[in-house]
């Protein structure tokens, strides 16, 4: 079975742009969460959306957007970028029972110039 | 506030035993989970635990006491390849779903 997946793998941008980062979860998985993991941090917590809306949301400033599509899939956009938003931007998904474990994808490394 | 405590790094040799500590304060509990972390890999769940006690999982338990704050990770007979770093994270109830708060990580180093 595919585990999560993430596009693209590494990415580079400039001060001022747009980026948008994609995620399929697990298969038969309806919830999907984005986290932020800063060199030598854990993840932070960005978004979770679970059938399509959104139900939590990190302290991350509104440039910060995300949306998820009827087959469970997700994007990650973010605007105006900083230099402090270079990371490697974490997607995970969990099925809605058991102990809801989340199942992380290998990541997308942003790193903005 | 939310903030969850572990050690930075830890060194240990091949076939020893290590603990590794994690303390939260949390607004809410839902669950505390450990994932271990390869460089430059997503983190993989290890255990879960949601109740007082010890998890057992092979080479790897896990300990919780909700009234404490305070878990731990036992990791034994360690292999060069449990060098890793080790994420304590707890599900806060306040977050809806499934949200995680994770503690900096614990860099474990198993030499020979």
């Known amino acids: 079975d595919a585990g999560v997946t993430q596009s693209p793998t590494h990415l580079i941008k400039t001060r001022g742009q747009q980026v948008t980062l994609r995620c399929s979860p697990i298969?038969?998985?309806?919830?999907v969460s984005w986290y932020q993991q800063v060199l030598g941090q854990g993840p932070q917590f960005i978004f979770q959306?679970?059938?399509?809306?959104?139900?939590g949301r990190g302290n991350f400033p509104d440039r910060f957007s995300a949306r998820q599509f009827p087959n469970y899939s997700s994007e990650l956009n973010v605007n105006a970028l900083l230099l402090g938003d270079s990371a490697l931007y974490l997607c995970?998904?969990?099925?809605?029972?058991?102990?809801?474990?989340?199942?992380f994808g290998p990541g997308t490394r942003l790193t903005v110039l | 506030g939310q903030n969850i405590d572990q050690p930075t790094e830890m060194t240990a040799t091949e076939g020893a035993i290590v603990q590794i500590n994690c303390t939260y304060q949390?607004?809410?509990?839902?669950?505390l989970f450990w994932y271990q972390q390869h460089a430059g890999e997503a983190p993989t769940f290890l255990s879960y635990n949601v109740l007082d006690g010890l998890e057992e999982k092979g080479r790897f338990s896990s300990f919780l006491s909700r009234s404490k704050g305070y878990s731990y990770l036992l990791l034994k007979e360690l292999q060069m390849k449990d060098s890793a770093s080790y994420l304590c994270?707890?599900?806060?109830?306040?977050?809806?779903?499934?949200?995680?708060?994770f503690g900096k990580g614990t860099t474990l180093s198993v030499s020979s």
């Open positions: 959306y679970y059938e399509k809306e959104e139900r």
């Open positions: 298969s038969g998985h309806k919830s």
């Open positions: 949390t607004s809410g509990f839902n669950g």
């Open positions: 994270a707890v599900r806060d109830h306040d977050q809806a779903g499934t949200a995680l708060i």
């Open positions: 995970a998904s969990s099925s809605t029972g058991g102990h809801y474990e989340q199942f």
